[in-house]
């Protein structure tokens, strides 16, 4: 599959790239995006909550009631978690939700989802993405001439490239990455993916390694 190559003013540059075949057009998995989207969004989670339970409430573990003949039911002490102030019933602990998951799968379902966005023409591909100042109105405009600016975006560079990830972070909708950082959460939940020239190949030989 051929992408002409344009500028940031959204002109063609008279150039093309062929998109790798093992890559933006290999039979897709959704199988192996969904799980490499669920592990991405369960290492996210901080896994903190935490409640108190029986035994780390504070409180007398004397019996405050006789066993029998009060008429009402049977109680132990005041940290029964069915009095007010008592401990929770298996409230939640700290954990971690991280699992694993094998390299060949993640890199399946990358494939899968750059796949699904060439197939349905959702790339593009910039000559270069140079901005001379980190200023959002600078990306915002580039946006623009791009016909982008109502399109949830990422931008994949070749290397770190401070002035435009500067430019984009106060702006919603779009975000910016590195081709080694490339993940199938991020591809999937972009609407337009576009790449600089350089992070083509860049992608194509991580996911090849």
């Known amino acids: 599959m051929k992408v002409k190559i344009i500028d940031i003013q959204g002109n063609e540059t008279g150039k093309s790239v062929t998109l790798d075949k093992t890559v933006f057009e290999v039979e897709p998995n959704d199988h192996a995006i969904y799980l490499d989207v669920k592990q991405h969004m369960a290492n996210k989670r901080q896994g903190t909550h935490s409640s108190k339970e029986r035994s780390d409430v504070a409180g007398s573990r004397r019996k405050i009631k006789k066993q029998k003949g009060s008429g009402t039911a049977r109680a132990g002490d005041i940290k029964n978690p069915l009095f007010k102030g008592g401990g929770r019933v298996f409230g939640p602990?700290?954990?971690?939700?991280?699992?694993?998951?094998n390299k060949k799968v993640k890199?399946?379902?990358?494939?899968?989802?750059?796949?699904?966005?060439?197939?349905?023409?959702a790339i593009s591909v910039l000559d270069s993405i140079n901005l001379d100042a980190p200023k959002t109105k600078l990306y915002a405009e580039m946006l623009k001439n791009l016909k982008l600016d109502d399109k949830k975006t990422l931008f994949v560079v070749n290397e770190q490239n401070k002035n435009l990830y500067l430019s984009s972070r106060n702006l919603r909708g779009t975000k910016v990455v590195t081709a080694s950082k490339l993940n199938t959460y991020d591809i999937v939940d972009s609407q337009q993916i576009v790449f600089d020239s350089m992070a083509v190949a860049e992608v194509v030989i991580n996911l090849k390694a």
């Open 93 to 101: 602990q700290p954990r971690d939700y991280s699992f694993k998951l």
């Open 107 to 121: 890199r399946l379902a990358r494939v899968s989802a750059l796949s699904y966005k060439a197939k349905g023409k």
